[in-house]
Antibody
Framework: EVQLVESGGDMVRPGGSLRLSCAASGFTFSNAWVSWVRQAPGKGLEWVGRVKRETDGGTTDYAAPVKGRFTISRDDSKNTLYLQMNSLKIEDSAVYFC??????????WGQGTLVTVSS | DIVLTQSPGTLSLSPGDRATLSCRASQTINSNYLAWYQQKPGQAPRLLIYGASSRAAGIPDRFSGSGSGTDFTLTISRLEPEDFAVYYCQQFDTSSPLYIFGQGTKLEIK
């Protein structure tokens, strides 16, 4: 069974930093492209960014609102995906989901971790 | 950027009814790139349909997807109590943002 378990969500001040983790199991993590998707309270879904598998270059892509502030990385030896978030803004407050990419969609999702940016 | 507009915003129906949810793209998209998700309160989204019309593993056959070009539809043939949730369409684009979601349709019990 595919499992994705996020952690690291917290309350942080504007301008602060936070690192989220997503522990994967039940599939060959090193073969997967994986993304972060967020959902602000009471709002819809917003794709944050994606990392390809290492054999496809391990490159990353980001949505415009987070580009230059957020960094996605992966540790295939630990089956873990990371999201380093710097220069956090109030509008970054959301539940952050990790999701396994399959072709052009997301076939498995974690339960999410809550990030609150507030002064 | 391509915009996905879902309608209606809220759909009020009864168990046993047929539900028809719409997702309209601001420009023609490849049907292979269109997916639908269900999300219940406090839960992660669940993939229902990909490639506009292919059901994901374990999805009941009362869920079906159709459409092409700019207009796509998710149909639930006979609503079960567990189907009342928010539904999102999503498309892949080759330019950023790579993945775009519609704003969602809330399916509520009448």
């Amino acid at each position: 069974e595919v499992q994705l378990v996020e952690s690291g969500g917290d309350m942080v001040r504007p301008g602060g930093s936070l690192r989220l983790s997503c522990a994967a199991s039940g599939f060959t993590f090193s073969n997967a492209w994986v993304s972060w998707v967020r959902q602000a309270p009471g709002k819809g879904l917003e794709w944050v960014g994606r990392v390809k598998r290492e054999t496809d270059g391990g490159t990353t892509d980001y949505a415009a609102p987070v580009k230059g502030r957020f960094t996605i990385s992966r540790d295939d030896s630990k089956n873990t995906l990371y999201l380093q978030m710097n220069s956090l803004k109030i509008e970054d407050s959301a539940v952050y989901f990790c999701a396994k990419n399959k072709l052009y969609h997301f076939d498995n999702w974690g339960q999410g971790t809550l990030v609150t940016v507030s002064s | 950027d391509i915009v996905l507009t879902q309608s209606p915003g809220t759909l009020s129906l009864s168990p046993g009814d047929r539900a028809t949810l719409s997702c309209r793209a601001s420009q023609t998209i490849n049907s292979n790139y269109l997916a639908w998700y269900q999300q219940k309160p406090g839960q992660a989204p669940r993939l229902l349909i990909y490639g506009a019309s292919s059901r994901a593993a374990g999805i009941p056959d009362r869920f079906s997807g159709s459409g092409s070009g700019t207009d796509f539809t998710l149909t639930i043939s006979r609503l079960e109590p567990e189907d009342f949730a928010v539904y999102y369409c999503q498309q892949f684009d080759t330019s950023s943002p790579l993945y775009i979601f519609g704003q969602g349709t809330k399916l509520e019990i009448k």
